[in-house]
């Protein structure tokens, strides 16, 4: 069961699949005018935000641009966030961290608070689908990161949620299991078709998942582009190396990486710097820096 | 020590192969030597005995040091007796029952005070964890109870209650639940709360989030209390058997102590030795049992 906030309520949203290529018939998020200040601060300044039922949108920003806050709001744990945020009943959410019940076994973390009486059945069935069936007797602290968040998400899934919201869920896990991870997360979403709200600050990973990638900027979506590219994705594709240096540019990142002092800059620095349109200053007016654009972001 | 594991590198080994570094970088030194730190040169450590047993080489060259120089007379017999004179005594007491009805009438007494001790600090600690109300009702008072020793309530407890078992049970109680009660409840407060979080996206009830969050998270704040609540609570039977009295190892005590039996006096002190071992081993059994989920925690 997901949690329920009352007022705030899709009923229609259903949980069923959508044929692949249609535009969703119905919205699963609908967010209007939402804003949210720490302080003097304004991290969501009347943001606008539709996503379909069963669409996957992956939203990118820097660190502090309020993509999480914006996604605590819809798991419903920000009561002070102002405007309207419609979003359906069932409802799960995938950290960073996995959050496991330390002192639960991992099958009772899968099926924690379910009340059906097939939750262990189903739990098990869950845990068959991320590949850790053998693992259900095994305490959360002895699973890699990988395994603990591919537990993570089959408690998420087996919860049949129509809003699946993923909070930078392969942050913390490394450059090979993460892209395991991303197979298998594409894998399930397609099996059962939740809308999914992906947070992150990486570029590939969000061109890889998503049929949309919209950018958080100034407490606002500064950008929304639809992915088009053919499924299955990767990194090599004309297409995706496109849409990456056009996501980066809107996000103000210039990806070089190189020994050298940058002050000692050669003539061709110099014209792949002119083909910056951002010219090294982003919308917010911050200076751009050099980056990975996948470095790991240190938490909240 | 290490000599035989030192190896001289020979440097012509680590001359640079390629040119290419050599023009714009400086050239990284080559260290000098290379120590072995993992190999078969190294010695291994060889177990002799289990480390149960190798925790015992202190007692047993303290009773060697006892036996020895009380045997060369440099222990005054009339003033430390030898260990063959506190055996004797042991024996007699044994003989006529009479160590068996003190040490009993000792052990109910902590045994309610545990009893009562423990039920009241937890009941206080979770309503003051909890609640707000409870936390400004009580744990202000708590931490101030905290500073007042025990045994400063002692001609009080008996002004109100007489000298009967009462005053004795509740002084033993009053530090049992001040232990319980600040241990457990700033575990309470320091339940992770990303962890609550979780929960709540999973559509805990508030009662659902006490019993398998709250509670299961303070657990190792709460046996930190009890330990040093079972340690408390004997040393508060000493002071509460000062309380007039003719049973427990207090009235044994001060017996033996106007009487002038010193070597009933070193008895009572092996007596509060063994005591205190058999209720350390019994919080380690309980951790052992209700802490397997945790990281890293080895019983031993």
Redesign the interface.
Known sequence: ????LPGDVIPSASNAPVPEGQAPPEAAVVVTGVRRRFGDHTVLDGLDLTIGAGEFVAMLGHSGSGKSTLLRAL???DPEVTGSVLVPPQ???V?Q?P?L????RVLANVI??LREPDARQRGYAALEEVGLASHARA????LSGGEAQRVALA?ALV?RPHLLLLDEPFGALDALTRIKMYALLKRLCHRYRPAVLLVTHDVDEAILLADRVVVLQGGRISLDLPVTLPTPRSRSEAGFTALRARLLSALGVEERVGDADPRDASQGDAALQAADPTDGVDSSGARSWSAVADSPEVSR | MDRAAVTTLDSRVTTPVGSLAASREPRPSPPTTLIEVAGPSRPTKRVLLPRWLRKLYGPVALLLLWWSTSATGLLDPDLFPPPGAVVGATTDLIADGELFLHVWASIQRVLYGLLFGVLGGTVLAVLSGLTRIGEDLLDSTMQILKAVPNYALTPLLIMWMGIGEEPKILLIALGVGIAIYINTYSAIRGVDNALVEAATTLGASRAALIWHVILPGSLPGFLVGLRLALSGAWLSLIFAETINTTEGIGYLMTRAQNLLQSEVSVLILVIYAVIGMISYAFVRFLERRLLAWRPGFQGT
């Open positions: 069961m997901a949690s329920r798991a419903g744990l409802r799960a959410v950290f961290h959050r019940l330390p002192w639960k924690f608070n305490w959360p602290a002895t408690r919860r």
